[in-house]
């Protein structure tokens, strides 16, 4: 069986200048000489056996101590792991009185250059009066002398076995039996060491595993963090594991995740730069760190920063940690790699975050888009639509993909695409082509405009269509002509409304002398008693003509309108009450559906009069025309929401053929025959309503007949009436009801 490397049977001791020096044997005084001799080893199998059936190194470490005192001649044993940290010698075991002194031994520096020669030294170094040269070793020991045996892997140098001796041995300065004992404290700390790593790396693997199938399937941050402290807090052996994120934008640390239940859901929150946040100054650190516990406590807290690429990310708390010093290295070096790769799990979810809040708001603003947009590779297949295009043609985004474009638009625009290479991804023709077809598979007229679709690398690898419908382009178009043409009639017009007007002043002198010399006639008897009828038919005539003269001076608005509030009701009532004989003849029934709650109207009672007089005799000419009577359904109401009274006049006549409908408020436009109307009535009333703030809408009933509704404000319009019927009076198309 092979035994362990020794070292060479010698030994050195160390000189007031801290350098080695051969050991002397001092003189022995009231003693025997002894024979020098050196402990036999015990064989290679029961340290072999012992490293390979212990299950932990505190069942391991007091037989090595054992044995490293018995080598040595001493009385104890401290093992000193340094500290690559804090530079400091940390104690994790021992063994006899006053082993294990509790807290890191710093040595001063004529200490510190003992030990650095000892560490830079395979054999071991005896220190005769280290009472003098390292007080604080000897102290610690409890021993005036002291053997250094370095602990040497390679170019490792993983522990200071400091062995406390009373004084020299009769056999001379330890040597050849300590070897042994210095590798086999070297393998069962290294041996132990890689357990408890394998161990530790197992289960957090274990937990890294469920905290990625937790982001795997919920891609949600924060479950994934509280998984991992959940199943971290048992790795560390800690109370409880705190993760804080750091907001960039708030400059602040947030608790995101914590194994404390208290802490779920409680996004606590302290600034970035708070000098006594454990959190905070942690995420500064470069590496793991442990914070003593608050008041001597033996509690302590592991800080582990979170660092990505670029920045900061936050920190690990793993609190109420009661490790053993030995292995307190070694959890903090598994408390790093427990920081990269939750740092690494953090930014890859943070990126796949950023890129489908990215891509979110990239579908948002192309499905925003209201023209018809659509993209195709180079086979021709549709790739993606947006939303307009895929309600146009009434299929789902997921039915279009992959589907041939062709498929989607007419023939007109599927040929021009394919006349002009548009169409076809593998043509090398760059810059936008525009079109503008009228499309039946895409329902309406649109102006296309295709491009290019090109990678980063320049190469063509699709097309983009995008077809913008005209439709309200055309009827804007069709809207600011129609204004165009009103305003063109409404200055004809106006200049035909003065021209009328001079003409009706300059008419209606002569007429009313022709009128006062009638009546004095009649009313005196001058004349024979055969002329009577043909006088009466000249008066009557005359009279018509001077009825004509003053409709022509309505119409060019020479009366002043007289301002006062008015019933409605009342003014449908005088014209209806004067309408009844002629109604009645004609076998015409009249329906009233008044409102009696209905406001008054700030109005001209005769223009106002002169309306309702105009519409209701309509009315009855075009019941009239049916030769079999009919009926007149008048109503009113109030429309408090609107601050209006509404007016509805119904006849059951034939009525307005549609040709008719738009042009029915034109002056000097009649559907009567010669002679019995002018084509002043309505255009009158319509001007009217208008000057009076109201609108006036004609259309046809679905049951038969005409409908005229009348809408008058309650109020004066802004600005007021003003004090004389205008031009325009003379009439246009109406206006529709807002």
Not at 270 to 278: F, M, N, Q, R, T
Not at 398 to 413: A, K, S, T
Not at 438 to 464: C, I, M, Y
Not at 572 to 598: F, G, M, W
Request: hydrophobic share 40%; with cysteine.
């Amino acid at each position: 069986m092979a035994r362990l490397p020794r070292l060479p049977r010698t030994a050195v001791s160390v000189s007031k200048g801290g350098k080695p020096r051969p050991a002397r044997r001092p003189p022995q005084v009231g003693r025997a000489a002894r024979p020098q001799r050196d402990a036999a080893p015990e064989p290679s199998r029961s340290l072999l056996t012992l490293l390979a059936t212990s299950t932990t190194l505190a069942n391991v470490l007091p037989v090595l101590h054992q044995r490293a005192i018995e080598a040595a001649g001493g009385v104890c044993s401290v093992l000193f792991e340094p500290d690559a940290r804090t530079g400091a010698m940390q104690p994790t075991s021992g063994r006899g009185p006053g082993a294990q002194p509790d807290g890191p031994w710093t040595p001063a520096a004529t200490e510190a250059r003992f030990v650095a020669a000892a560490l830079s030294r395979t054999p071991p170094t005896f220190v005769l009066d280290a009472d003098r040269r390292m007080p604080e070793l000897s102290a610690r020991l409890g021993t005036p002398s002291a053997v250094l045996l370095p602990l040497t892997q390679g170019a490792d140098r993983p522990g200071l076995l400091a062995i406390g001796v009373t004084g020299l041995p009769r056999s001379g300065p330890p040597g050849a039996g300590l070897a042994p004992v210095a590798d086999a404290f070297v393998t069962a700390l290294e041996l132990f060491r890689l357990r408890q790593s394998d161990a530790l790396q197992r289960q957090l693997r274990r937990v890294f595993d469920d905290v990625g199938t937790v982001l795997a399937t919920t891609l949600n941050l924060s479950a994934g963090l509280e998984s991992f402290c959940r199943g971290a807090n048992p790795v560390f052996g800690a109370d409880r594991t705190v993760v804080w994120l750091h907001d960039r934008r708030a400059r602040q640390l947030v608790r995101r995740a914590s194994s404390d239940p208290k802490h779920v859901g409680n996004l606590a929150r302290v600034p970035a730069d708070d000098p006594l946040s454990v959190a905070a100054g942690a995420m500064r650190q470069t590496r793991a760190g442990i914070q003593p516990g608050a008041g001597g406590s033996a509690a302590s807290t592991i800080t582990v920063p979170l660092h990505g690429t670029r920045r900061a990310l936050g920190t690990i708390l793993f609190e109420g940690i009661r490790s053993e010093s030995s292995g307190a290295a070694g959890l903090l070096d598994q408390a790093d790699e427990a920081g990269r790769l939750l740092s690494s799990a953090i930014e890859n979810i943070q990126l796949l975050d950023d890129v489908v809040r990215s891509r979110r708001e990239l579908e948002n603003t192309f499905d925003s888009i209201a023209h018809l947009v659509a993209v195709w590779d180079r086979r021709g297949r549709i790739v993606h639509v947006n939303h307009a295009f895929a309600s146009r043609v009434g299929r789902t985004r997921q039915q279009l993909i992959d589907c041939p474009l062709e498929e989607f638009v007419g023939p007109d625009l599927r040929a021009w695409l394919a006349a002009h290479g548009a169409g076809d991804p593998q043509s090398d023709a760059d810059g936008p082509v525009n079109f503008e077809v009228v499309d039946p598979v895409l329902k309406g007229p649109f102006g296309v405009t295709v491009t290019a679709l090109r990678n980063h690398e320049g190469e063509r690898v699709g097309s983009v269509l995008v077809a913008r419908d005209l439709t309200p382009h055309a009827k804007l178009q069709a809207e600011r002509e129609e204004l165009r043409l009103r305003l063109t009639q409404s200055e004809k017009l106006a200049a035909l409304g003065q021209f009328i007007a001079g003409i009706a002043h300059e008419l209606n002198n002569p007429l009313q002398g022709v009128l006062g010399h009638l009546e004095l006639l009649r009313v005196t008897g001058a004349f024979p008693a055969g002329l009577r009828r043909e006088v009466q038919t000249i008066y009557r005539e005359a009279d018509r003509a001077a009825k004509i003269v003053r409709n022509l001076l309505a119409f060019s608005g020479s009366r002043r309108l007289v301002r006062r509030a008015v019933s409605v009701n009342v003014v449908l009532q005088k014209v209806l009450a004067l309408r009844a004989p002629s109604c009645r003849a004609a076998a015409i029934e009249v329906v009233r559906h008044y409102d009696e709650k209905l406001p008054r109207v700030q109005s001209d009672p005769l223009l106002l009069h002169q309306v309702f007089l105009n519409i209701v005799m309509n009315a009855e000419h075009a019941i009239a025309a049916t030769a079999h009577g009919g009926r007149i359904e008048v109503r009113t109401k109030g429309s408090p929401a609107r601050d209006r009274v509404i007016v509805s006049v119904r006849d059951t006549g034939k009525g307005i053929p549609s040709d008719v409908l738009s042009r029915i408020f034109d002056p000097f436009y009649t559907t009567k025959d010669v002679g019995q109307g002018t084509g002043l009535g309505l255009a009158i009333t319509y001007g009217i309503v208008q000057e009076h703030g109201g609108e006036i809408v004609a259309t046809n009933h679905p049951g038969g007949g005409a409908v005229f509704t009348i809408e008058l404000p309650i109020r004066w319009p802004a600005g007021g009436l003003t004090d004389t019927v205008p031009a325009t009076i003379l009439g246009g198309h109406p206006k529709p009801i807002a």
